[in-house]
């Protein structure tokens, strides 16, 4: 079965650079998460959308920024990088529609680093 | 105080024991939750979702939750090597689209 794809898988910057980050959410899923997980901790929520609308806002630092397109593909857009932003960033998908429907599944994650 | 809390572990049981994670939660509104198994570096691996309360199985896995007590818990039995991992308990919303709310998680080892 199709699974969540997220690129790139590894990602090297440097301070004060920008970033941006891909999900491709399963096939006909119309919500998409982020969320960032840093070194020994548990991933943290970021922002969601729904059918290209933002549906929830998280932790998410005013320099992150955050879309859904009409293929229902999101990009996570990070400016001005910081060391602390160095971390394993989710992108997980879910059909709405309440109970049964709203399990989330995750993709493989991209690794960031800021050096 | 964290919304949901787990014991980090490590949880270490032998080969073929019944391992059981905890965790108990705070946040009442919660409808959904949800066990999710992540090994170090990967992604989260979803287990098992829990909607009533009561115990759900699947094959080796079985749910339990207790919305008075605010506790769901996972049963793992016949525990293989390869279920070493961390365990996250996560909390979903009472709709669609709502994000969810993770543990720290439980480290179990499952030693040959």
């Known amino acids: 079965a199709a699974g969540v794809i997220q690129s790139p898988r590894h990602l090297i910057k440097e301070k004060r650079e920008t970033a941006t980050l891909k999900c491709y959410p399963i096939?006909?899923?119309?919500?998409v998460y982020w969320y960032q997980q840093g070194p020994g901790q548990d991933p943290q929520f970021l922002i969601s959308?729904?059918?290209?609308?933002?549906?929830d806002k998280g932790s998410i630092p005013d320099r992150f920024s955050a879309q859904q397109f009409s293929d229902y593909h999101s990009e996570l857009n990070m400016s001005s990088l910081e060391l602390g932003d160095s971390a394993l960033y989710f992108c997980?998908?879910?059909?709405?529609?309440?109970?049964?429907?709203?399990?989330?599944?995750f993709g493989p994650g991209t690794r960031l680093t800021v050096l | 105080q964290k919304e949901v809390e787990q014991n980090s572990g490590p949880l270490s049981v032998p080969e073929g024991a019944i391992a059981s994670l905890n965790c108990t939660y705070s946040?009442?509104?919660?409808?959904?939750f949800f066990w999710y198994r992540q090994y170090s570096g990967k992604s989260p691996e979803l287990i098992m979702s829990?909607?009533?309360?009561g115990d759900k199985e699947d094959g080796r896995f079985t749910a339990q939750l207790n919305k008075a007590s605010q506790y769901v818990s996972l049963l793992i039995r016949d525990s293989q090597p390869s279920d070493s991992a961390t365990y996250l308990c996560?909390?979903?919303?009472?709709?669609?689209?709502?994000?969810?709310?993770f543990g720290t998680g439980t480290r179990l080892l499952v030693s040959p």
């Open positions: 997980a998908s879910s059909l709405a529609g309440g109970r049964g429907l709203d399990t989330q599944y």
């Open positions: 096939p006909r899923h119309d919500t």
């Open positions: 959308f729904y059918e290209k609308m933002q549906s």
């Open positions: 946040d009442r509104v919660s409808q959904s």
């Open positions: 829990i909607y009533s309360n």
């Open positions: 996560a909390l979903g919303g009472n709709t669609g689209f709502q994000k969810l709310v």
